[in-house]
């Protein structure tokens, strides 16, 4: 007779941390494009541009919405930074 053992899974994803770390690290990475190229104020703009610097299509439309309101915040940001 073979005794098996039994371990719990663990609640939730193993990888969720990482996946979460590198979606933040794409987000700031697109801003800082939309942001450079001063694309962000136009969702037409935002999206050919982020193409043109070679993301793709799904991660593009995944990601916009987040890219353009990080990149305005850090625009505001600086701007209210400034004397």
Avoid at 13 to 25: K, N
Avoid at 47 to 75: K, N, P, S, W
Wanted: a negative charge; zero cysteines; glycine letters at 6%.
């Amino acid at each position: 007779m073979i005794l098996a053992t039994i371990h719990p899974l663990p609640d939730g994803s193993l990888s969720l941390d990482a996946v979460r770390a590198q979606r933040i690290h794409k987000i700031a990475e697109m801003a800082s494009r939309l942001v450079e190229t001063g694309s962000f104020v136009d969702h037409g703009d935002s999206i050919m541009t982020l193409l043109a610097f070679g993301y793709g299509a799904f991660e593009v439309h995944a990601l916009l919405a987040d890219a353009r309101q990080v990149a305005a915040e850090h625009v505001v940001a600086m701007e209210m930074s400034e004397p």
